[in-house]
C-alpha cells in the first residue's frame, strides 16, 4: 500500500511539472509570437554597487574562461522554458578550443529569461543587450550546456555572476533611465540601442572600462 501510495504521489509530481512546464512555453510562444513584443517588456538596469564588484570580478576571471571566441548571430534570441538561447556562428576562436570557425552553436546563460511579472513581461538579459544579426561580439564561454539532443551545440556563457560576458565590437549610445527607487525595471524600448544596462553613469562606466579591457586582450 505504501508503495501504491508513493507511486500515485509520483505519477502526480510528475503530471503536475509536465502541465506547468506546457502551460509555462506557451505563455512565452504567445507573447513572443508578435513580432513587436520587445515594445512591451521591461528589462532591468544594474544597481551601482553590484555593477563596481561584479565587472571587477569579470576582470580577474574572464582571461580564465576555457574559449573565447569572436562570434556573430545567425538567429533571432529563442525563449524556452525558464530560459533563453541565441544561435550564433563562430567568426574566430580567440583560446581555447572544442569549437570551430564558421561552426554554428547555441549561447545561453541562467541569467536569460522572459517572464511574466506585476509589469506585464520582464526580460532578463545578464544585464546585457540582446545580440543584433549582422554584428559581431566577443564572448566568454564556458562549458557544454545539454542540447537536449539536438545537433547544434550549446554553451553557457563564463562566469558566476549574474552579468552576461558579451561585448559588442562596435560603440553604442548607452542611455540611462531613471528609476522608482523601488525596482531598477524600465520599459526595454527606451534603452534598445544600448549595449549596457545600468542605474547610473558609475554603474555604466564600470562596464565600459571591463569591455575595453577585454578588447585591449583579445579584440
Request: glycine share 8%; charged share 25%.
Amino acid at each position: 500500500m505504501k508503495l501504491r501510495g508513493a507511486l500515485i504521489v509520483t505519477m502526480a509530481a510528475f503530471l503536475f511539472a509536465a502541465c506547468y512546464g506546457i502551460y509555462e512555453k506557451r505563455t512565452y510562444t504567445d507573447v513572443t509570437q508578435d513580432t513587436s513584443y520587445l515594445e512591451t517588456v521591461y528589462v532591468a538596469e544594474i544597481p551601482e554597487n553590484f555593477a563596481l564588484s561584479c565587472c571587477e570580478e569579470l576582470e580577474k576571471i574572464l582571461p580564465e574562461a576555457p574559449i573565447v571566441i569572436k562570434v556573430s548571430p545567425v538567429g533571432e534570441l529563442e525563449h524556452l522554458a525558464r530560459t533563453s538561447r541565441q544561435r550564433v556562428r563562430v567568426q574566430a576562436v580567440l583560446q581555447g578550443e572544442g569549437v570551430w570557425v564558421d561552426e554554428e552553436i547555441y549561447l545561453t546563460k541562467t541569467t536569460w529569461n522572459l517572464y511574466p511579472s506585476y509589469m506585464g513581461f520582464a526580460m532578463d538579459r545578464g544585464f546585457v543587450n540582446l545580440m543584433e544579426i549582422g554584428e559581431e561580439y566577443l564572448v566568454f564561454v564556458g562549458e557544454q550546456a545539454d542540447g537536449l539532443g539536438e545537433k547544434t551545440p550549446v554553451y553557457e556563457l563564463y562566469g558566476e555572476t549574474v552579468i552576461a560576458p558579451v561585448f559588442s565590437y562596435r560603440t553604442h549610445e548607452n542611455k540611462i533611465i531613471g528609476t522608482d527607487g523601488v525596482s531598477t525595471y524600465v520599459p526595454y524600448r527606451e534603452v534598445a540601442g544600448n549595449e549596457f544596462f545600468a542605474v547610473s553613469q558609475t554603474a555604466m562606466d564600470a562596464f565600459l572600462s571591463l569591455k575595453r579591457e577585454m578588447m585591449k586582450r583579445y579584440g
